[in-house]
């Protein structure tokens, strides 16, 4: 999904809001902003020290920082923020996020010194089959809901509507039967449909019971209310659904058809009023889907090749966007998203032309490009969820592939997961060999190898034979990448054998080519 691999994302929108950052600020403008927010912080030292690695969490900068000190720059952050005034931090659909994230605000939890911070989290009930050790670890802190009963529905339709028919009220009450949304949903479908109209002080019905239909699940109503929607309110909401659960108004101009541009506005009002939608702040032109239901509702309508079109036109848009603004590296998880979805979209039509292609080499190069930043900064689970979704986006034998596959095996490796790690980079062997690409096989090898530093069954002798037996091979290509690694495992293996002025100079080799690509990990 979307947010797939993008660990921070929440938090991020969290500094946006309280630094009043604007979708038009340069990255330094932003920097200062989220500087500003630290003023109460002490020494200087640590002020600096916060806004350099929360504007790397943001991707605001291209400076990489080990997850620890991520960790300890979002610690310090909130007790900022709390300096004066309470913290209350309200973080939604939390079953959909990274392990990382769980860790993060575990980290926060268990180490802010100072300042009065709640954290508030909602999730769907997947969350405790996606982390159960963490939910269990967290059952003291954990409030379930229960389905509203039927005094509470009531309760619930009486605050939208205020007075209303007891045989009505009843008739939500069942068809609900104890969901909020779904209770909330209803009534705006009998008002729209003029299936209920007000009398005075009250809501009466204008049709007998039998009557007054109501689909039977959440989904079929909200259907039901999209299918009737004017012509232009659904030219404007459809598109809308394709940018995301929350969405620009400048970005959304750029998806709808000519003619509606100039009603945009007044659109986005009526939909608004009919609770479809919401404005996410007062000022900047953001809005927000009133629920996942109504968002993904409006998607399913899109014909599948309608949607390839608009994926690949927001993003068109945005990257013009973001690089006039410089904050191309922010939204670079995004805007693979996007792609990923025209490319499936194109395959799934049976349309896998050049033009298809390119789609998914342009998807798997932002995912690819966000992921070993992932992997940079040590957050192992979205460094192979992200690695992994740009392989399946390029051919079989494609060189950069197989460059990923090495890499997805290396974090495979690095997680300790290395049965997944041994089938990645056997295929990444195989798919080498066959393409006779000598370089490819070593940068390969260097990886294959480090399953092994950990179990012991290649003896430390052997290991720096075959090392310095790959850098011979890498030289002549100048592979600064597979150079760095292989240098790394003589270094391991040096330190093994206890020969320590060996292992400082191939420690030098490694820092030599990483320091040449930029490689900071």
Request: with cysteine; glycine share 8%; hydrophobic share 45%.
């Amino acid at each position: 999904g979307e947010g797939d691999g993008i660990t921070f994302w929440p938090l991020a929108e969290v500094v946006r809001e309280a630094a009043q950052i604007e979708a038009d600020d340069a990255p330094e403008v932003a920097i200062r902003k989220v500087r500003d927010l630290l003023d109460n912080l002490q020494p200087a030292a640590d002020r600096d020290a916060t806004t350099e690695r929360v504007a790397s969490m943001m991707g605001l900068s291209s400076s990489q920082f080990p997850l620890t000190e991520l960790m300890w720059g979002i610690r310090r952050l909130f007790e900022a923020l709390a300096g004066s005034q309470s913290l209350l931090l309200i973080i939604d659909d939390i079953h959909s996020a990274e392990q990382t994230f769980l860790d993060v605000l575990d980290d926060a939890v268990q180490t802010i010194g100072g300042g009065a911070i709640l954290i508030l989290c909602s999730a769907r009930r997947e969350l405790r089959e996606r982390y159960p050790d963490w939910s269990a670890a967290h059952a003291e802190g954990l409030i379930t809901l229960a389905p509203l009963s039927g005094s509470e529905t009531g309760d619930l339709v009486g605050e939208l509507l205020g007075d209303l028919d007891p045989s009505i009220l009843t008739r939500i009450s069942e068809a609900a039967d104890g969901n909020p949304l779904y209770a909330e949903q209803i009534v705006s479908m009998l008002q729209e449909t003029g299936a209920i109209r007000r009398e005075g002080d009250r809501w009466i019905s204008t049709r007998t019971s039998g009557e007054l239909a109501i689909p039977p699940t959440v989904q079929a109503l909200v259907a039901a209310r999209l299918d009737a929607l004017g012509v232009d309110e659904r030219a404007v909401i459809e598109p809308a659904a394709v940018i995301g659960l929350s969405f620009a108004d400048e970005a959304l101009a750029e998806l709808v058809d000519g003619e509606v541009q100039g009603a945009l506005e007044a659109e986005l009002g009526s939909l608004t009023a009919k609770e479809l939608i919401r404005r996410a702040s007062l000022d900047d032109g953001t809005y927000r889907f009133g629920h996942q239901v109504i968002k993904d509702t409006a998607y399913g309508s899109l014909l599948k090749r309608i949607r390839v079109a608009l994926h690949e036109r927001f993003v068109v848009w945005a990257e013009r966007v973001n690089r006039e603004r410089g904050r191309e590296m922010e939204f670079e998880e995004i805007l693979g998203y996007h792609l990923e979805q025209a490319y499936r979209y194109r395959s799934e039509l049976g349309v896998l032309d050049d033009e298809a292609r390119l789609v998914g080499e342009r998807a798997a190069a932002k995912l690819a490009s966000a992921g070993r930043r992932a992997f940079a900064r040590g957050d192992l689970p979205a460094a192979a969820s992200l690695l992994k979704r740009a392989v399946a986006l390029l051919p079989e034998e494609f060189v950069f592939r197989v460059e990923l596959l090495a890499d997805l095996g290396e974090a495979h490796t690095t997680s300790g997961a290395f049965p997944d790690a041994l089938r990645v980079l056997a295929e990444a062997a195989e798919i080498a060999e066959r393409l006779d690409d000598h370089r490819l096989r070593a940068r390969v090898a260097v990886v294959r190898q480090y399953p092994h530093l950990s179990s012991g069954d290649m003896s430390a002798s052997q290991g720096i034979q075959q090392a310095k037996e790959i850098v011979a091979t890498l030289e002549p290509f100048g592979d600064d990448a597979g150079l760095a690694r292989a240098w790394r495992l003589v270094m391991a293996h040096e330190f093994t054998l206890g020969r320590l002025n060996a292992a400082a100079e191939a420690a030098d080799r490694i820092v030599e080519h990483a320091s040449r690509i930029g490689d900071a990990r």
